[in-house]
C-alpha cells in the first residue's frame, strides 16, 4: 500500500519538476536527497530559484514514521492513540516572478468540489488579519470514509490533473508587464502567505514540532518578502478589488 | 499603581521616539492612537519608515484588561486563576539599514545581569533550527518576588538606560560602509527574527490570539526579508564567525 503511494508520488514529484523546469529559460530544480539519523525519516527536496518564471518553487517528497501517532492526527480520531504510523505526501511551492502568476489555482470539476472548495476557504483563513490568505483551490486531509482504494484514486487524479490545471495559466500570465505597484503588492501579499505558515499551517507546525528537516519545511518561505505598517491599498484600485471581492468566499465556477 | 506605571511609559516611550527620530536625517516617527470598540485595550503605536537610520522602527505603548486573566499569564501561577487583569507595557522594535547596527543589544550592568542574560539566550532560542536568535540581551516577565516598587525601579531603570546604551553604537555604526554580502546576510537574518516572532514569541502570539491589534503586533516584522534555500555562508567568512561564534550563548562581560 505505502509501496504504491510513494511510488505515485515520486513520479507525480518529477512530471511536475519536469513540466515546470522546461517552462523555465534560466534555472530549473535542483534535488536533494536527504535522511533523518535515527532512520525515521527521508525525502527528496527539488527547489528552484532564480528561474525566469518562479523566483522560488519546490516540490519536495518526504516519507516519516514513528512509534506513536502524533497529537495532531489522533485529536479527531482517538481510537489511533498510540499507533504506530507512516506519513508520506508531496508538497508544492511557488512564488512566481510575475505578480499576475497565480501561486495556489487548482480547481477540479468533481461533485466534490463544493465540500473541498469550501474546506479550502475555512482552513486558509488568517484569524488574526480576518482576512483570507489567497482566493481559491482545494483543501482535503484524512480522507478515510470511502476506503483506501477511492481515497488514493482521488489523490492521483487531483494530483495528475495538477499540471494540466495550472499550466496554461502560467503560459497565459508570466509574460505581462507589471508595474512596480504591482510588485509591491505581491511582496506584501507574500507576507500574510508567511504570517499564515508560520502561525496557523498545521502541516509545517507538525513538522517543524516533529523535527523534520527544517530546510525542506520552510523551503516554502518566499524569496522576498516586505511588511508595510498599515500597507496603503487605493480606493477602488484593483488592488483594493483583489482584498474587498476575490478574497471573500465565493462560488466561483 | 497603573497610573504611575502608564505615565513612565509613556514618557519613556516619548524620549525613545524623540532621541533616535532626531538621529534620523530622512524619516520621524508617527504616531498612531488607537483603541478597542469594546473599551478593553487601547494604545499608541509609533513607527518610522524609510529612515536614514532604521529602515522600519516601532515604539508601542499598549494597555489592555480582561475579565479573566489570560491561560500563558496563569499557567506558572495557578493562583491567579479567574482573576481581572490589566497589562500594559511599551515594546521596541528596530530594523537599521546599516548591518552593523545591532537591533537588540541592552547590557546593563547590575548583579541581576547574569540572571537575566541567561533567561534571555534561552528565550530567543529557535528550536526548530537549534539557533540562538540573536548575539545578547536582557530578557524577564513576570517579576513578583521583590515587590511591586522595586520592580517598577528596575523596570525603569533599564527603561531609562536603553537610550543612553544603544545610542552611542548607533552614531559608531550607522555611517560604517558595507558590502551587498552583507546586506544579503542581514535579510536572511531577519528571516530568523521573523520565524521565532510568528511560531516561538510569547508576546506576539498572545496578542495575536487576545484579539490585539495586529497592525500595531505586527508593526514588529522586517520591512525586507529574504529566504533562502539553504543560504550559503562561506567558510571562515564573518558570516560563518557570526554564527558558530557569536550565536553562541557565551559570557560577554
Known amino acids: 500500500m505505502i509501496e504504491q503511494v510513494e511510488k505515485y508520488l515520486l513520479s507525480l514529484q518529477n512530471d511536475i519538476c519536469e513540466e515546470f523546469g522546461a517552462l523555465d529559460s534560466k534555472s530549473n530544480f535542483d534535488k536533494d536527497v536527504w535522511q533523518r539519523n535515527d532512520g525515521r525519516g527521508r525525502g527528496i527536496t527539488r527547489v528552484i530559484s532564480d528561474g525566469s518564471l518562479f523566483e522560488k518553487g519546490g516540490v519536495n517528497f518526504s516519507i516519516i514514521s514513528g512509534e506513536k501517532m502524533p497529537k495532531s492526527a489522533t485529536e479527531l480520531r482517538p481510537e489511533l492513540e498510540g499507533r504506530k504510523y507512516t506519513a508520506l505526501g508531496i508538497s508544492l511551492v511557488f512564488h512566481p516572478q510575475n505578480p499576475f502568476v497565480p ?21 486558509f483563513y488568517l484569524n488574526h488579519r480576518d482576512e483570507q490568505r489567497g482566493v481559491g483551490g482545494l483543501f482535503f486531509d484524512d480522507l478515510n470514509e470511502e476506503g483506501f482504494d477511492t481515497c488514493f484514486e482521488f489523490m492521483k487524479s487531483v494530483g495528475s490533473h495538477f499540471c494540466e490545471a495550472y499550466k496554461p495559466i502560467v503560459l497565459k500570465r508570466q509574460g505581462m508587464s507589471f508595474t512596480e505597484k504591482q510588485r509591491e503588492f505581491q511582496l506584501f501579499r507574500r507576507g500574510r502567505y508567511v504570517e499564515f505558515n508560520l502561525i496557523q499551517d498545521r502541516g509545517t507546525l507538525f513538522g517543524l514540532q516533529s523535527g523534520g528537516r527544517t530546510e525542506s519545511i520552510l523551503m516554502s518561505l518566499p524569496p522576498l518578502v516586505k511588511w508595510t505598517y498599515q500597507y496603503n491599498i487605493e480606493p477602488n484600485s484593483e488592488e483594493e478589488k483583489l482584498t474587498s471581492y476575490f478574497l471573500k468566499p465565493r462560488n466561483w465556477i
Open 103 to 123: 501561486t495556489t489555482c487548482k480547481p477540479f470539476g468533481k461533485s466534490v468540489y463544493e465540500k473541498y472548495k469550501k474546506w479550502c476557504d475555512d482552513y
